[in-house]
C-alpha cells in the first residue's frame, strides 16, 4: 500500500509558465481532494474530484487553475501563466467513497512550487 | 463564518509537560472535528477527531476536548515528548471531506 503518491514533490518554474501537480490516489479510493498550502498558513481546499467528475471547485480560483481525475491515470492540477503568488505546497488527499465522513482522508506528502 | 482560528501560533513545552492548543469557529453547520500532525515536508496525517455530540474523546496521550456552546475544542497533548515537535491543524468540515483548516500551531517539545 504505497498511500496517496503526488509528484514532482518539488517544482520550479518561471513567472508565465504552466505547472502540472500529479496524484495518484491510494489504491482503492476513488475520490481526489486538492488543498494548498500557502507558507505559514493552514491548508484551504481547492478541488473535490471523483473519477471523470468535478463534485466540488468551490475552493479554486476563477482563472488558470484546472483539475481532472481521468478515467485512467493519476489525478492532474494544473495552472496556467503562474505567478509569484501560486508558490506553495499542494496536497492532495483520497478517500474509497463520497464524503465518508473524512475519517479515511489520506494525504500524500505533497509538491511543492516554486515560482521564480 | 467558514474560518476556523487556532492559537497559538507557536508553543515550546518541556519534555513530560501538557500542551495545549485551542480552535474556535464560528459556522454551527460543522459537525466533525478533526486534528492533523504535520511533520516538516510531510503530508498532514489525521491525529484525533470528534463530532459534537461528545464532549471528550481519548487516545492515547491525545484528548480533545469540545464545547458545542461555545463553538470551541482543543487539542489536549499529556506527557509531551520531543518526538512530537510538529504543527497541528486544527480542522471542521460540514460532514464531508471538505476541510475547513485552522492556521496551525508549531509545537516545540524540549527535552
Known amino acids: 500500500n504505497a498511500g496517496v503518491m503526488q509528484n514532482p514533490r518539488h517544482l520550479v518554474r518561471r513567472r508565465g509558465q504552466e505547472a502540472r501537480l500529479r496524484c495518484s490516489p491510494m489504491?482503492?479510493?476513488?475520490?481526489v481532494y486538492w488543498y494548498r498550502q500557502l507558507p505559514e498558513e493552514g491548508l484551504k481546499f481547492m478541488v473535490y474530484?471523483?473519477?471523470?467528475?468535478?463534485?466540488?471547485e468551490s475552493g479554486m480560483p476563477k482563472e488558470r487553475f484546472s483539475a481532472e481525475f481521468p478515467k485512467e491515470g493519476p489525478s492532474i492540477l494544473r495552472i496556467q501563466q503562474v505567478v509569484r503568488g501560486d508558490s506553495a505546497a499542494y496536497f492532495c488527499?483520497?478517500?474509497?467513497?463520497?464524503?465518508?465522513?473524512?475519517?479515511?482522508?489520506?494525504f500524500g506528502a505533497g509538491s511543492r512550487l516554486t515560482v521564480l | 463564518q467558514q474560518q476556523v482560528k487556532q492559537s497559538p501560533q507557536s508553543l515550546i513545552v518541556q519534555k513530560g509537560g501538557i500542551s495545549i492548543i485551542n480552535c474556535a469557529y464560528e459556522n454551527t453547520a460543522f459537525d466533525y472535528f478533526p486534528w492533523y500532525q504535520q511533520f516538516p515536508g510531510k503530508g498532514p496525517a489525521l491525529l484525533i477527531a470528534i463530532r459534537p455530540d461528545v464532549s471528550e474523546k481519548k487516545e492515547g496521550r491525545f484528548t480533545i476536548s469540545f464545547n458545542k456552546s461555545a463553538k470551541q475544542f482543543s487539542l489536549h497533548i499529556m506527557d509531551s515528548q520531543p518526538g512530537d515537535s510538529a504543527t497541528y491543524f486544527c480542522?471542521?468540515?460540514?460532514?464531508?471531506?471538505?476541510?475547513?483548516f485552522g492556521g496551525g500551531t508549531r509545537l516545540m517539545v524540549k527535552p
Open positions: 474530484l471523483q473519477k471523470e467528475n468535478i463534485i466540488d
Open positions: 480542522a471542521a468540515s460540514m460532514g464531508g471531506n471538505m476541510l475547513t
Open positions: 489504491k482503492g479510493h476513488s475520490h
Open positions: 488527499a483520497s478517500s474509497p467513497q463520497q464524503d465518508s465522513g473524512a475519517n479515511v482522508l489520506t
